[in-house]
């Protein structure tokens, strides 16, 4: 049987005392799954991958991940912290919240540094995630000079280069070319092949299509109000205009109206 990664029960989150983001939420995640996060802009995406990267806390309820109750004083106990990031890797919606050394090489090397890890493993490590991202050209560059993709791409190796078991990403094609765009969809489909659970937040109906298997709907309400088999939530047109993931619209072209589904990415 899979080993449970992931799990929220009855879980409440608020950013504001006054009211809660998410309420009563029930996830169950298990590993080597591919699962995408689809909903509207505001709809919880971020904030739901933030819980289970550990940066968000709930207030109800219950999220263990790896068997372990998650807290913010849990998350005080050095081991456990370092242990958690070495596992989980989460590559932002926003690569500019991530990057902040002055050079890529450095960038790529923090997680390692962090992990103490022996000097001759880091630059292994370092140096051979920088030749799988094809960013040799970058590596003595600062990494706030490069271009968005260029970020994006430094910030997936920045996790990657911790080997983690669960790659959480938000948003990782926004921003990138198609060739780009392509690359990293294989590259996530082997990681995923080769065990490794891959959860991404997108309204990229394309990415959802080609990478995962299972589908997580959140509502403009923050309710998860579909889980289950991607390619069934793709056909369901009926529930992705309702959760504001695509829209219809008519529109008079020469003598006649025609209904256009407008695809939200
Ligand atoms: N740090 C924060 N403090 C207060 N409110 C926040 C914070 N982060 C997000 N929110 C609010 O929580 C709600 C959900 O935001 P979130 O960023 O999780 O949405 P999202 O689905 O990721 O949207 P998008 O598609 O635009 O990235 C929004 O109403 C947002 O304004
Ligand atoms: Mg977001």
Not at 85 to 111: K, P
Not at 112 to 141: G, T
Not at 162 to 187: C, F, H, K, M, Y
Request: aromatic content about 8%; glycine content about 6%.
């Amino acid at each position: 049987m899979a080993e449970n990664i992931f799990n929220l029960q009855n879980a409440g989150f608020s950013y504001r005392a006054e009211s809660l983001l998410f309420t009563d939420l029930n996830l169950s995640i298990e590993a080597g799954e591919s699962i995408c996060l689809l909903g509207a802009n505001g709809s919880g995406k971020s904030s739901l991958l933030k819980i289970l990267c550990a940066l968000n806390y709930i207030e109800i309820g219950s999220f263990k991940a790896f068997g372990y109750e998650i807290s913010e004083k849990q998350m005080e106990n050095d081991n456990f912290c370092k242990d958690y990031y070495r596992r989980v890797g989460f590559v932002f919606q926003n690569s500019d919240a991530q990057l902040f050394t002055t050079r890529v090489w450095d960038e790529i090397a923090f997680g390692p540094l962090q992990m103490d890890f022996p000097r001759k493993e880091i630059q292994n490590r370092v140096n051979d995630i920088i030749k799988v991202l094809q960013i040799e050209h970058l590596a003595n560059r600062p990494p706030f000079r490069l271009s968005g993709g260029e970020k994006k791409k430094v910030a997936l190796a920045s996790i990657l280069v911790l080997n983690p078991e669960v790659i959480i990403l938000d948003e990782p094609t926004a921003g990138l070319d198609p060739r780009s765009q392509n690359w990293l969809v294989d590259l996530l489909l082997q990681l995923n092949s080769v065990g490794r659970t891959i959860i991404v937040a997108t309204h990229d109906l394309n990415l959802a299509h080609t990478l995962t298997k299972r589908t997580l709907l959140l509502s403009e309400e923050h309710k998860v109000v579909y889980d289950g088999d991607t390619q069934e939530s793709l056909r369901n047109t009926d529930l992705l205009m309702k959760v504001n993931l695509i829209d219809q619209f008519t529109h008079i072209h020469e003598q006649f109206k025609h209904l256009h589904i407008y695809v939200h990415c």
